[in-house]
């Protein structure tokens, strides 16, 4: 196989089979979730439950001020990393162009120097973050292998994206190629990894939440 017929097979058949377990995996571990149900509440309530459940959205979505204080890098990291992504997936205009063969529909972009600065900032985030999990004695005991990994299929996609842009390896079909498979990658173990709790993170906060407020707990 040469570069072109590599780039082909990443754009074609690659994508699609990504696409098809992304698609079933994502659905399957939001449809396990959703399966479990919820044991019936037979105690009077004592608060709201939906004042609970957006107040814990509210007050988990930020970084309690003791808990900053302690690690401010990190918490800056993390929602660097976060916010970066989110900008680059959603933001750089050939990827509105490919959700737009998906879905039918398209949003504008932000010019692509402004992405690539960003792009830059996040691998930054990302490799604090890495570095943070590794010296800290907790974190790293704490960490697993599925840890690393994570961080691995999240980094790659942004480093070869960045490679590209910049024609930083000729051909360029090659690093072309090698971005979108890193990014194939990524969706085909997003679903069976801790990647996942970007679909799960809002549910699983209101739920708790929920729970709280019904008991009349301010969490």
Avoid: C
């Amino acid at each position: 196989m040469n570069y072109i017929e590599f780039l082909l097979w990443v754009r074609g058949p690659a994508f699609q089979i990504a696409i098809a377990v992304f698609v079933f995996g994502i659905s399957l571990r939001l449809l396990e979730i959703l399966l479990l149900g919820r044991s019936p509440e037979y105690a009077a309530p004592r608060g709201s439950a939906v004042r609970g459940g957006f107040r814990t959205l509210l007050t988990r979505t930020m970084s309690e001020e003791s808990i900053f204080r302690r690690a401010p890098l990190l918490i800056i990291a993390g929602y660097v990393f976060h916010l970066g992504l989110f900008i680059v997936i959603l933001l750089l205009v050939p990827h509105i162009l490919v959700f737009k063969d998906l879905l039918g529909f398209s949003w504008s972009g932000l010019p692509t120097p402004i992405i690539d600065a960003v792009a830059v900032i996040t691998l930054l985030a990302l490799f604090i973050l890495l570095i943070y999990r590794i010296k800290h004695p907790v974190l790293r005991f704490l960490s697993t292998s599925q840890d690393y990994f994570a961080w691995l299929i999240t980094f790659l996609p942004l480093l070869t994206g960045y490679m590209a842009y910049h024609h930083m390896i000729n051909p360029y079909p090659v690093i072309l190629g090698l971005h979108i498979l890193s990014v194939e990658i990524l969706m085909v173990f997003f679903p069976f990894t801790k990647l996942m709790h970007a679909f799960t993170l809002v549910m699983a906060r209101w739920y708790n939440g929920a729970n709280a407020g019904h008991k009349g707990v301010q969490a």
